[in-house]
């Protein structure tokens, strides 16, 4: 095949993205700005998804756990870690010191024992708290 075949048989009309030497190739800025942008998304996602069970049981007697559970899930790439925590921040505990404690409150009125000077301390703490105990 002589060159001139060549040149009659070639596409008079080039696609866009083929770029001429020395020019800006527009498909890999494309390319580069959309994996760039779609890579801090999934970031994004990925720790708002991963901080659900801390937000859920923030105000859960059992933050601390979740909390911990949460990073240990995190830096150990272990799943079951997240799962126990998102369970742990969806399931509510039951508060058993407040009527044990009012329990002993009400036992020490019935047998008129003053209470001790931590007691005391504690009420203290607690009405300046604004938490009835």
């Known amino acids: 095949m002589a060159v001139s ?16 030497p020395g020019q ?4 890999y800025v494309i390319t580069t700005i959309l994996v760039v942008g779609i890579v801090a ?10 901080s659900l069970p801390e937000r859920l049981g923030h105000k859960k007697l059992q933050f601390e756990i ?6 240990l899930a995190l830096f150990t790439h272990l799943h079951i870690f997240w ?22 409150g ?5 047998s008129e024992t003053p209470p001790t000077a931590e007691e005391k301390k504690e009420a ?3 009405k300046h708290s604004g938490h009835a105990g």
């Open 5 to 20: 075949e060549q040149a009659a048989n070639a596409p008079h009309h080039l696609p866009w993205f083929i770029t001429a």
């Open 41 to 50: 998304f999934l970031g994004v996602v990925f720790f708002w998804l991963h």
């Open 124 to 126: 203290e703490a607690a």
């Open 83 to 104: 799962v126990i925590a998102l369970f742990l921040a969806l399931i509510d505990l039951p508060d058993f010191t407040t009527p044990l404690r009012r329990m002993a």
């Open 66 to 71: 979740v909390a911990v559970l949460c990073l």
């Open 106 to 110: 009400a036992l020490e009125k019935i």
């Open 24 to 27: 800006t190739d527009i498909l």
